[in-house]
Structures are given as structure tokens and as C-alpha cells.
């Protein structure tokens, strides 16, 4: 039984940093690209950040450019989101995929497998 659990979320003042660390159990961690999505209030669930086996390479929806980092160890199952100059635009339930796919798996909005999200909120 795969999953992926989520934690770091919380509130933040905007220009602030926080980061997400997603642990995944019941797959070959090191076989998947992983991904991170958030879905704000009212709004469709959207791209965030993808990161490839290998950590070779990695994607970044353009809103967060520049602010954002994925990154994974492959030893510990984990991937992460550090995320830097936090706007109140960032607020929203964030959630961690996975996918064999990369990057169309981890960036299409359709990867095999999700956490149950966590909640980051940005205050102005």
C-alpha cells in the first residue's frame, strides 16, 4: 500500500520561508518522480514543483520560480519544498505526488499516487 504523508505546513507572515518534506512508503522511491501540487480555496488543483528519479532535473511552474525549490533524498524516501519569500497568494492546501512519468506523470495534474495534502497559509 503506497502513501505519502505530508507535514510542515502552517502559517507564516509574507517574505517568510517554510518547508514541506513528503515521506513515501510501499514503492521503490528511488523509481518514481515526485511532485508537489497545492490547490487553494475555490480554485483547481495546480502544479507547484517536479523532481525526476535521479534528482537530475526538475520543473517549476513559473509562479513560483525563483522562490521555490524541490529536492529529494532518495535514502530517507523523502522529497521536500522549501519555500522562500512566501506571498499571500501561496496560501493553499499543498500536496506531494508521485508518478513513473516524468515529467509528464508529476506535471500533467493526473500522478498515480497523492498524500493528503497540508495546509500553508500566508498571511499579509
Known amino acids: 500500500q503506497v502513501q505519502l504523508v505530508e507535514s510542515g505546513g502552517g502559517l507564516v507572515q509574507a517574505g517568510g520561508s517554510l518547508r514541506l518534506s513528503c515521506v513515501a512508503s510501499?514503492?521503490?522511491?528511488?523509481?518514481?518522480?515526485m511532485g508537489w501540487f497545492r490547490q487553494a480555496p475555490g480554485q483547481k488543483r495546480e502544479f507547484v514543483a517536479a523532481?525526476?528519479?535521479?534528482?537530475?532535473?526538475?520543473y517549476y511552474a513559473d509562479s513560483v520560480k525563483g522562490r521555490f525549490t524541490i529536492s529529494r533524498d532518495n535514502a530517507k524516501n523523502t522529497v521536500y519544498l522549501q519555500m522562500n519569500s512566501l506571498k499571500p497568494e501561496d496560501t493553499a492546501v499543498y500536496y506531494c505526488?508521485?508518478?513513473?512519468?516524468?515529467?509528464?506523470?508529476?506535471?500533467?495534474?493526473?500522478?498515480?499516487?497523492w498524500g493528503q495534502g497540508t495546509q500553508v497559509t500566508v498571511s499579509s
Open positions: 505526488a508521485a508518478d513513473r512519468n516524468y515529467p509528464t506523470g508529476v506535471v500533467s495534474g493526473t500522478p498515480r499516487y
Open positions: 510501499g514503492l521503490t522511491f528511488s523509481s518514481y518522480a
Open positions: 523532481i525526476s528519479w535521479s534528482v537530475a532535473s526538475t
